[in-house]
């Protein structure tokens, strides 16, 4: 296991030169890119934006931490072990408190349960003040969020395999595990846990659909398939998370191809070439894609068409898009949060924030205002005027 980590992570910093974007620890803590990014020019007329709070967790280390919002309250997570809680309105600590070891994962939460994971693949159930409740153990180190879904949590661990335990007694219920490639990229990808189904991206290209309440297989389709001469080139690997509505399961690959699935059968509906790394947002019309040079494109859902594509964002780390009323919403190596237009890409707003790196997707609190975390551990409540 620690041999392939190593070799993934040379792997993915020889595409990264290759593709003129970031180094290894560009792509996993969102340093300065090797290549030199695109400057940011003015905004003309820039939408009225207003930070509601702020406040500080602690820096994430080499992790990409992700945010969690239960209820109201905000819950956030720091490298060293340090766990949070915000009201979502105000910024107010509700909670604070230390695991006593590192944290690589992010926060899962509801009304009565916080779950972390560690890198020695140990996931770790608190109540609401820091009490431990339970611990488990699922082997390989736990990078992506946990997901809490009913009786069930649910999370994806570091080779790949997913992993659902029980919530009040922390005894794992079932796992779902498929073989790697010799080469895979180190990602930070949670599950998606739609109407009792589990959305999970494998290694090698693979989208596999699985019931939470057993683990059973309801389908395994292909997004892209690995195809190059080396094992470098042949990496296509699933690291971000489904987009997952009603009718549809929706994957983006890494060196392979943005793919729509029948949600509940599995059978392709369109595919189209295009690299992602960091992944994808929707609205009610179309996918949003951060692509692997940061260029972010908005593709019609049904078809797969191309709407429009932004790409004055070169080597600029961007997270996964958010898409939120009129906008659609980036973060960067920077701390910056683009903000563009839902119907052309175009500028129309920024947010500036502690100059760290913003590696998880903005997080939605409500209609109109939202999350973002930076590598420091920054806190910023954004609201859309």
Same mark, same amino acid.
């Given at each position: ?252 690959? #890494?060196? &392979? @191809? !943005? $793919? ?5 059968? %599995? ?5 189209? =070439? *295009?690299? /992602? +790394? ?68 175009? #500028?129309? &707003? @920024? !947010? $500036? ?5 913003? %590696? ?5 609190? =409500? *209609?109109? /205002? +939202? ?15």
């Amino acid at each position: 296991m620690k041999i392939r980590a190593t070799v993934a992570l040379t792997a993915l910093a020889a595409v990264s030169a290759l593709a003129g974007c970031a180094t290894v620890s560009g792509w996993f803590g969102r340093s300065a890119p090797a290549a030199k990014p695109a400057e940011l020019s003015p905004i003309a007329a820039p939408a009225k934006t207003r930070v509601l709070w702020q406040g500080n967790i602690g820096a994430a280390g080499k992790s990409v931490l992700f945010p969690a919002l239960a209820g109201n309250t905000v819950w956030a997570a720091a490298g060293n072990g340090q766990v949070g809680a915000f009201s979502a309105a105000n910024g107010g600590g509700e909670a604070r408190f230390s695991v006593g070891q590192g944290i690589t994962s992010g926060v899962a939460a509801n009304n009565a349960l916080v779950v972390v994971g560690t890198p020695r693949g140990e996931l770790l159930a608190l109540d609401r003040a820091g009490k431990t409740l339970w611990q488990a153990q699922a082997p390989g180190g736990l990078l992506a969020p946990p997901v809490i879904e009913g009786d069930r949590v649910i999370v994806r661990v570091g080779d790949g395999a997913v992993h659902a335990f029980d919530v009040a007694s922390g005894k794992r219920v079932w796992v779902y595990q498929r073989s790697a490639p010799s080469l895979t990229v180190r990602n930070f990808a949670p599950v998606v846990v739609h109407r009792g189904t589990v959305y999970a991206g494998f290694p090698g290209g693979r989208l596999v659909a699985l019931t939470a309440a057993n683990g059973g297989l309801l389908w395994d389709s292909v997004v892209a398939l690995p195809k190059g001469a080396t094992e470098l080139e042949r990496v296509a690997d699933l690291t971000s998370p489904p987009v997952v509505d009603e009718t549809r399961a929706c994957a983006a690959a #890494f060196q &392979g @191809r !943005v $793919a729509c699935f029948d949600a509940t059968r %599995g059978t392709a509906i369109w595919a189209r =070439d *295009l690299s /992602s +790394f960091s992944g994808m947002g929707a609205d009610a019309r179309n996918l949003y894609v951060t692509d692997d040079k940061s260029a972010v494109s908005a593709l019609d859902k049904s078809t797969g068409g191309s709407v429009w594509k932004q790409d004055k964002l070169f080597g600029r780390g961007l997270t996964r898009p958010l898409a939120m009323g009129r906008y659609v919403i980036v973060g960067d190596y920077q701390g910056y949060v683009h903000l563009l237009s839902r119907e052309d890409g175009s #500028f129309v &707003g @920024r !947010v $500036a924030t502690d100059g760290s790196a913003i %590696g998880a997707a903005p997080v939605a609190l =409500d *209609l109109t /205002s +939202f999350l973002v975390q930076t590598r420091n551990g920054g806190l910023y409540a954004i609201a859309l005027e």
